[in-house]
């Protein structure tokens, strides 16, 4: 069993940062590939980043590539989400999600559906 919390949300203007942080419980952090992913209102959830357990395949959505960056702690179970050059389509909540499969191909981390857990998400809001 897998708890997430994320935190670092808020009200930002246009071309500003944000960095998202999802603390993890557990001891098997390292055992999950991690995603991000965010919901604006009347849309459905969709993809914006994910990593493999190591860190060292990383994944982005076209939307927020070159902008947004996904990393993780393992040592303190912790992935985060640095997000540059704000623009106000990325209002949205966002999600950090835990899956079980290892992050190997794009197919296993783009899909929500694919993910065990999920934490409460938090707002992240741009203005123009």
């Known amino acids: 069993q897998v708890q997430l919390v994320e935190s670092g949300g808020g009200l930002v203007q246009a071309g500003g940062s944000l960095r998202l942080s999802c603390a993890a419980s557990g001891h098997t952090f390292s055992s999950y590939a991690m995603g991000w992913f965010r919901q604006a209102p009347g849309k459905e959830r969709e993809f914006a980043a994910a990593m493999d357990r190591s860190g060292g395949r990383l994944y982005y959505a076209d939307s927020v590539k070159g902008r947004f960056t996904i990393s993780r702690d393992n040592a303190k179970n912790t992935v985060y989400l640095q997000m540059n050059r704000l623009r106000p389509e990325d209002t949205a909540v966002y999600y950090c999600?835990?899956?079980?499969?290892?992050?190997?191909?794009?197919?296993?981390?783009?899909?929500?559906?694919?993910?065990?857990?999920w934490g409460q998400g938090t707002q992240v809001t741009v203005s123009s």
């Open positions: 999600s835990a899956t079980a499969l290892p992050g190997s191909s794009w197919s296993s981390v783009a899909d929500r559906y694919k993910y065990d857990y």
